[in-house]
């Protein structure tokens, strides 16, 4: 499934989704965005600290998916059905 996909919500989304070429940026006041689907837009360090939680330096490939099944493990929340990612810890 298309990255763009896993982001629409019915009900939610709207009803028109345009993708830019890749390297092209919409005007924006912020400057830039982390929005797009391309794989360069998806490499986004992650930083996770807290009770519980140990110390850990990983340089293996982690996905912007799997936040969802590691913060719900954190919180002990049951993982959503269209959560795509791996429990990291």
Known sequence: MAKSQRSYFPGRS?????????YVIDK????????TPW???????????????????????VSV??????LSNI???QVSKYAVGKKLF
């Open 39 to 61: 794989e360069y837009d998806t490499h986004v360090p992650q930083l996770w600290y807290g009770v519980g939680i140990k110390p850990e330096v990983s340089h293996k490939p």
């Open 65 to 70: 998916e799997d936040i969802v099944p590691t």
């Open 28 to 35: 924006t006041i912020a400057g830039t965005n982390h929005g």
């Open 75 to 77: 919180l002990g929340l």
């Open 14 to 22: 709207s009803d028109v989704v345009y993708i830019l070429k890749p």
